[in-house]
C-alpha cells in the first residue's frame, strides 16, 4: 500500500509556542488529505480537510485560526498549532488518498502532543 | 448527513475462534464506501477491508471478511480464526461520494484476544 509519512511522531511544547506537524505521501500524489484529532480512547474526529493549492475546509467547531493547515504541494500537508495550550494536547492524525473516492485512505503514524 | 454507530465498546474473544464486530450507518448518498480500520496500542491506523456500496458480493481480505447488509445499513467485521495479536482498537468508517469526500469514524470496539 501507498505510505504517508507524519512527523514528529510526539511533541512536548511549553504554552504559547506554535507546533507544526507534517504529513508527507511518499510515493504518490495526494490531491486531499485529511487531519484528525484523537482523544484518549476515544474516536477519530475530523478536523479538517486539506487540498492541494487552496483553502482547507474546517469542520464545524474547529478553529481555523488556531490550527493552520497549508497543503502546499501534492505530498505535503502540514498542520500548525497556533499559541498551543495543554487543552490542546491530543493525538494528531493525518490521511491522504490517491484520488477522490473508492480507495481507502492511508493513515500517518500520528503525533502525540503534550502542551505543558 | 452521515453517522457510524459501533454499539460494542468491547469484545472478548478466545485464540482462534471467530468475532463479529458491529457496524451500522446512515448516509444520504447513493453512492459510498465502508471501511474498517485497525488501531493497536502503537496509534497507526491499518487499513482492514473495503466494500463499496454497489458491490454484490461481500469482500474478504485474508483473515477478514465484511458483512454487508446493505437493506438494514449494516457492515459487521467478522474476523476468522483469532490471534493474540489482533488485540487492538477497531473502527468501522465510511466515505460518501457525492460530495466533500471526508471519511468518518465509529467509535470504535476494542477487541481483546486470550489464549
Known amino acids: 500500500g501507498a505510505v504517508v509519512s507524519q512527523h514528529p511522531s510526539w511533541v512536548i511544547c511549553k504554552s504559547g509556542t506554535s507546533v507544526k506537524i507534517e504529513c508527507r505521501s511518499l510515493?504518490?500524489?495526494?490531491?486531499?488529505m485529511f487531519w484528525y484529532r484523537q482523544f484518549p480512547k476515544q474516536s477519530l474526529m475530523l478536523m479538517a480537510t486539506?487540498?492541494?493549492?487552496?483553502?482547507?475546509?474546517?469542520e464545524q467547531g474547529v478553529e481555523k485560526d488556531k490550527f493552520l493547515i497549508n497543503h502546499a504541494s501534492l505530498t505535503l500537508s502540514t498542520l500548525t498549532v497556533t499559541s498551543a495550550h495543554p487543552e490542546d494536547s491530543s493525538f494528531y492524525i493525518c490521511?491522504?488518498?490517491?484520488?477522490?473516492?473508492?480507495?481507502?485512505?492511508?493513515f500517518g503514524q500520528g503525533t502525540r502532543l503534550t502542551v505543558v | 448527513a452521515q453517522k457510524i454507530t459501533q454499539t460494542q465498546p468491547g469484545m472478548f474473544v478466545q485464540e482462534k475462534e471467530a468475532v463479529t464486530l458491529d457496524c451500522t450507518y446512515d448516509t444520504s448518498d447513493q453512492s459510498y464506501g465502508l471501511f474498517w480500520y485497525k488501531q493497536p496500542s502503537s496509534g497507526e491506523m491499518i487499513f482492514l477491508i473495503y466494500q463499496g456500496s454497489y458491490d454484490e458480493q461481500n469482500a474478504t481480505e485474508g483473515r477478514y471478511s465484511l458483512n454487508f447488509q446493505k437493506a438494514r445499513k449494516s457492515a459487521n467485521l467478522v474476523i476468522s480464526a483469532s490471534q493474540l495479536g489482533d488485540s487492538a482498537m477497531y473502527f468501522c468508517a465510511m466515505r460518501g461520494f457525492s460530495g466533500a469526500d471526508k471519511l468518518i469514524f465509529g467509535t470504535g470496539t476494542r477487541l481483546q484476544v486470550f489464549p
Open positions: 510515493d504518490f500524489q495526494a490531491t486531499t
Open positions: 490521511s491522504a488518498s490517491h484520488s477522490m473516492g473508492r480507495t481507502e485512505a492511508f
Open positions: 486539506s487540498n492541494e493549492g487552496s483553502k482547507a475546509t474546517y
